[in-house]
Structures are given as C-alpha cells and as structure tokens.
C-alpha cells in the first residue's frame, strides 16, 4: 500500500517520516520525498494514528487524488531543481509526463486547480530559491549559477530573479540578511 504524504521536501523528511511510522509499528518498505510504500493495506483507523503523528511533524496524509498528483508534481521539480547534478536535457513539461505517466495538459491543469498558480511559476520560484542559496553560499559565480539551474543566460537569470523578487541576484548576494524560504513554503 502506498501513502503520499504532502510536505515531504529533503532527505531528513525521509529520515524522520520513516521513524514515525516505525515508531507506530509499521515498517516501510521504501520512503521517498511525498511517498512511503507499506508492505500491507492499514486499516482506516491505522491512517489516523499515521495522520495525527505526521501532523506533529508538519506532513499531511493525503487522499485526494488530485492533490496527490499536484503533490506529485511539486516532489518531482524540487527532485530536479535541487537534487539532480545533470542539466535538464528535454523540456520540463515532456519531464513531467514521463515521471508521472500523465498526459502534461491533464497535469498542468490538475496543479493549477489544488495549488492555484502555473507548473511553470512553481518551477521558476524553485529555481529562484535554488539561485539564492547558491548566492548565499558564495562558492558559484552567477553564470556557474545559471548552467547548473539550466538557464539560457546569466541575463535570463537575472530577469527572472529580479522579476520575482524585485531586486538584481547582485543586490540579493550584497544584502546583509538572508530571505531564503523552506522548499515547502514556496
């Protein structure tokens, strides 16, 4: 049986996701980033004792269907914007269809109903929060940055950049204090 599970984001999600369901006496066969795979089906009443133990932790136990698949969605982009090395090398849209096995209009419209707002807004504020990490840390120039996000340019970058948060990624690295947001608050 599978359970997908909203707000899944990092490694340490995993980690702590998979001591709780241990913890409750069941052992997952596998935990990935919005998904646990159980060896058996578990009862309704199973579900609420998982469900209020993953709500202390900020994770949701979902049913719907539909915010399943957005869910989906937003694990496979942070997936690839924040721990894949590679460089995309087909669209995001083609991507997306063969990770989720989904025609991308049936996903894209889906998302757009749970979570109000475009794969593609999504999928550039990922890349814009990966961008001010990267900055953060000061090891990358800006166009190192924009190869390993995957952009055309640095000047695409920093339009992009600047349209989101309304400042250049220079005065982003210049500041004094970091606005960097957690992966599931974006």
Known sequence: M????KNMVCNRCKMVVKAELEKLGFNPISVELGEVSLANTISADDKIRIAKKLNQFGFELLEDRKTQIAEQIKTTIINLVHYTKEPLKFNLSTYLAEQIKLEYAQLSAIFSEVEHQTIEKYFIAQKIEKAKEMLTY????LSEIAYQLNYSSVAHLSSQFKKVLGITPSAY?????DKRKTLDEI
């Open 2 to 5: 599978n359970l997908h599970i």
């Open 138 to 141: 000061g090891e990358l120039t």
């Open 173 to 177: 690295k210049n500041q004094a204090f």
